[in-house]
């Protein structure tokens, strides 16, 4: 593995526990800075709570407690002195079934930027239409800026929810399944979305689909039962993967 | 084989029988509901009904002699009279020109006039005068028609006087003849043109009017009379009596003595009186339904005031900032106080609460003012504190500083409101109240609006609870992905989103506070006041069927008028919690859709 690297986000002996059940155990990573990490895996084995870890979002389910560090540029942001709210600005989610709020798409678009109180009329026009514009929306929603958000397309709802997500520039965005609900054209628009963004965040997706992680990723972690297998380059991972795990799950043999 | 089928048969038999009984006794709760509404309904119908009337037969008389009241001359007035009116008990005495110059006198002169001046100021005619019974107005007719009604008030030196209270419409020829009926306010009217009317003090148009045929001059008939149970009505003329049969049960009942604001004898304006019985006899009944309308609205609306925020909040704190399992226990303990009986709050209220509230009423003043104050002023200090503090009371226990804190707060107040009431009022807070004109009760809509908003905070609870726990929870997720605070969270997604739903609870709650009886019955003083005075008591809808129905009469117009409160009340309540409903839905199905 490439250590020259820097990496954005570093995981060390992370475990997390669901009541009295084990999702993660002792997960070790680093997750490199302005590149698109993917994480692959069966259902269940926790590379969605691995990635909820990343901003704390795992603690709004009940009953979670959470060992071991996550660095964000070296400080542990599971320090009981980290703003969790801050920290979720800095680390942006976005969720397999897109969520918009009930409000207007420029509302929408414009929440986040709110809560950072801004509050000029012109500042947050710019700000939304520059978002709107990275998430490769504009052109299809800017006549309608003001119509209900809940009324436009699964595809572009997902999309909606991106630009809201990287409005407030967040430095690492965190995508769980952002494309499983899509159709195949929606699911390209996305993809393509992402290497657009890969310039300005450091990008980690989970996802299910083999060849979305292998077309859109530079690394690949592949998870199982909650432990990390195997963490690699992307390339290397799906044409000479060292664990035989991986193997059988990039080819097909279980998952 | 056959046995097997037996069996099936058996049993399809029964799920059809337990079907039927189901679905029978679902129809059973629906008739019962209609046949409620059927039997309010016909009880107040009565009240509807036209006064009708039908002629009798005439009976010939003997010839005899009818003695019109003549106007004797009165001593030391110098107009000539041509009408004389004497009241039932022969107190009161009128007497009047047929110009309409008047002299009113009392037995107990004997000359002179209490009063002399002009019943009317136009050019007419008096035709007729006559007082009505309970001796406490007169009514004066003229040859063009019109119809006056005067009531005996007194004035500043306490001297009764005649005062005009209303002009009747006219009509179309000369009142010949007034006829007052017995006990009650009504009277009946006789014009030229042989034309019966029947008329109610407190109405203004004729209840009954019936073209007689009698196209009499002024000396063919001789007098118009009520039978004593006011069922008959003779036209005399000078050998023949006229019979009319007339049913009138309710005449002090009618749309505008129910809700518009109406001239009673011995008031000297008009108002809106609620005051059914009295000791004496020639009692005049008041069923202005405005009073317990206001009262009823006045207890829920200050009840909600207490209730509402309360319960609201609580269910902000239990819905979106608690875990499911001290939610669960929270909850289950607010749904027990709606358990609680009402007639103990009310009993707590009465007895305890206003003496309470009536001597710490500066205090209780202060510290509706002081307390959120005192809670902001915590809140600025928070963040200035040593953080080693702010760790130690972070996770839930910041919920016990505040406690103390309020609990230390209240405290200084009350203590403090005890020396500022000496110090700042010369003779106490009540007595500047009094003097500024607020008048104060001990049991006011204030112990009321504490008391039953007690009773109503688990009703608007409950709901409010559910519409916020309802917000579906990736939309609280995503905002709290955005960098949302959970205040903020709360304050922009949920909240905005369950508004329909927190007016629901509180439509519902309101249902309830407008449906409350043993509290207001209890607490209240149930004084019928038209006003929205914090410091003064109420009578509602309810309190007042409460007290009155076993008191009426069966049949009477009071009776009939309790049974058009029940109505009202029903109609509120069912308006309040329909309109909730319907809102519920709509947001369910709102919910739904994201």
Sequence with gaps: MNMEIVAKLDVQDLSVKFADKTVLQRINLRIPEHKITAFIGPSGCGKSSLLRSFNRMNELLEDTTTTGRVLLDGKNVYQPDVEVAELRRRVGIVFQKPNPFPHSVYENVAFGLRLQGIKQERKLDELVESALKKAALWNEVRDRLHASAVNLSGGQQQRLVIARAIAIEPEVLLLDEPASALDPISTLKIEELMYDLKQHYTIVIVTHNMQQAARVSDFTAFLNMGQLIEFDETNKMFTDPSQRATEDYITGRFG | MSKSLLLQRRRRWYNRLFKALIGLSGVSVLLMLAALFIYLFSEVVPLLRPVTGEPLAPLSL?????????????????VTPALYAISVSGYYQLVASSEGQACFYTRQQVSGCQQQWWLTESVDTLTSISWLSAEQALLAGYKSGRLQQWFLVPDNSGIVKLQLVRELPAQSSAILHIAPEQNRRGFATLNAAGQLALYYSAAGRPLWQRATGLTADETDIKAVEFSADNKLLSVYSANQQYRFTLDNPHPEVNWQTLWHSVWYEGFSQPDYVWQTSSASDDYQPKFSLIPLTIGTLKAAFYAMLFAAPLAIMAAIYTACFLPAGPRQRIKALIELMAAFPTVI????????LAPVIESNLLGLLLWVLVLPLSVLALAAVWPRLPSSWQ????????????MVWLMVVSG????AAQYLDSWLFTDGFRFYLDKLGVYYEQRNALVIGIAMGFAVVPGIFAIADDVLHQVPPQLTRGALALGATPWQAVIRISLPLAAPGLIAACLVGFGRAMGET????????????????????????TATLAIELPEATVGSSHFRVLFVAALLLLLFTFLANTAAEIVRQRLRKKYQRL
């Design chain 2, 62 to 78: 003997p010839e005899q002699v009818v003695t019109p009241d003549v106007a004797g001359n009165r001593l030391g007035w110098p």
């Design chain 2, 345 to 352: 709050l009310g009993f707590i209220a009465a007895v305890w």
């Design chain 2, 391 to 402: 760790h130690r009371c972070s996770g839930g226990s910041e919920v016990i500083v505040l």
């Design chain 2, 412 to 415: 200084i107040v009350f203590f």
């Design chain 2, 518 to 541: 043993m509290i207001i019955l209890m607490a209240t003083g149930n004084s019928p006041i038209t006003n929205f005075n914090l410091f003064e008591g109420l009578r509602s809808l």
